[in-house]
């Protein structure tokens, strides 16, 4: 059993409590407000996957980092901040920002008071998610795999020299290994699979995966076309619309489910959309996120300190901790003309609306900010 460092005075992170989501900060304060901050900690991974949302940016030799003072000094100004994200790359590719960056932060969080979360591919010795794990509230990992050669395909499809499939093999057996250990020692592990053209018919098995491993959540996501992923087939609305019935037919009930950044909405004409809300809205231990990205989080690179809304940001930094203050920045967000595209609010059904992504690829010509679920919609989501 792992020796957890708990704070016993926060809430539990589960289906009634899940402290990424915006509408809470929303709710709360009355507008958008940030209280999440994502620090990418490496460029560099051991894995090539297919559809890492990341992958322009990894690289075969890590650059020199920024100070780690110069981030909590601006993590320390911002008042309400009540999580943060460790991302990369591979945050724990190298010991040393193991040791050095990510113990720290969350060290940091801790004290403060703060969730955290680490997103990582598990793939590395166990001794150093070990490490960690008595200061950390949830491991976020990636699985789209029915086994060992799903996650060969998958995870080095854009890699220069591809694992042989004895090497992945080994590889698949020990991030297998990793979460069992972990979740046996009473860390909260959450899986995450995308809905893509490889797994929208195989999520049922994944499921099954994901449960034997002991995963306290499955996080579901569709895919969209950024970075590496940018020429891989796109799901049509109606073929995500099944796969997510085919994964509540065949879920294990007792696992939370989390489902982020659906393309379907309350306000929407089409009356399969508002049965499926439904039906997710009624599903126990289901929960449907709103993205956090640009409504309460932003994303801080350690390397340069340039600060984005979202780690795969396609357009320019909104500043840099080096001279803004992160709620500044944050400021400047919601009065960019690309958030205000996305800046709607249905408190009938506690949604946020769309992304830029889900928007640009599945309602170009949307406008979301004049609609509004009908009244027969309330609740349903």
């Known amino acids: 059993m792992i020796e957890l460092d708990r704070n016993a005075a926060a809430p539990d992170i ?35 996957c297919e559809h890492c949302a990341v992958g322009d940016s990894l690289v ?37 920002t193991v040791r050095n960056v990510i113990l720290p932060l969350l060290r940091y969080a801790r004290q403060r008071g703060l969730r955290s979360q680490l997103n990582s591919n598990i793939t590395m010795d166990l001794e150093r998610y070990e ?16 086994g060992a050669e799903d996650f060969r395909e998958i995870g080095f499809a854009r890699s220069a020299n591809p694992a042989g499939n004895g090497s992945a093999a080994r590889l698949y057996e020990q991030m297998m290994n990793n979460a069992r250990a972990l979740a046996r020692g009473g860390l909260f592990v ?11 018919e195989k999520l049922p098995e994944i499921h099954r995966l994901i449960v034997e491993m002991g995963c306290r959540r499955h996080e579901v996501h569709p895919m969209y076309p950024s970075a590496f992923a940018r020429h891989l087939p796109v799901l049509g609305l109606e073929e995500l619309r099944q796969a997510v019935h085919r994964l509540l037919d065949a879920r294990d009930p007792s696992v939370w489910m989390l489902f982020g950044t659906l ?31 640009g409504r309460n989080r932003l994303n801080v690179s350690l390397f340069n300190g340039n600060v984005h809304v979202t780690d795969f940001a396609d357009f320019p930094p909104l500043g840099n901790i080096g001279q803004d203050r992160l709620e500044e920045v944050f400021d400047r967000w919601l009065d960019h003309p690309l958030s205000r595209t996305v800046s709607c609010h249905c408190p009938a059904v506690s949604c946020c609306g769309p ?23 309330s609740g349903t989501l």
């Open 190 to 200: 959450s899986a995450e699979s995308m809905i893509n053209y490889r797994t929208h």
């Open 14 to 48: 589960c289906p009634d409590h899940d402290p990424w989501d915006p509408i809470h900060s929303l709710t709360r304060y009355g507008r958008h407000t940030l209280t999440s901050v994502e620090v990418t900690v490496s460029h560099l991974c051991n894995m090539r």
């Open 263 to 293: 393309p379907f909405f309350a306000c929407n004409e089409n009356g399969e959309d508002r049965k499926l809300l439904e039906r997710l809205k009624a599903a126990p231990k289901v929960t449907v996120r709103n993205d956090p990205d």
């Open 355 to 377: 992304n830029l992504l889900v928007k640009d690829t599945y309602y170009k010509d949307e406008d979301f900010t004049g609609r509004e679920a009908p009244e027969e919609a």
């Open 131 to 146: 490490e960690l794990a008595p200061y950390l509230d949830v491991l976020h990992i990636s699985h789209n795999y029915t």
């Open 60 to 96: 075969m030799k890590e650059g020199e980092m920024l100070p780690l003072d110069r981030l909590l000094h601006r993590l320390e100004e911002v008042g309400r901040l009540a999580t943060i994200s460790i991302t990369g790359g591979e945050p724990t590719f190298r010991r040393e």
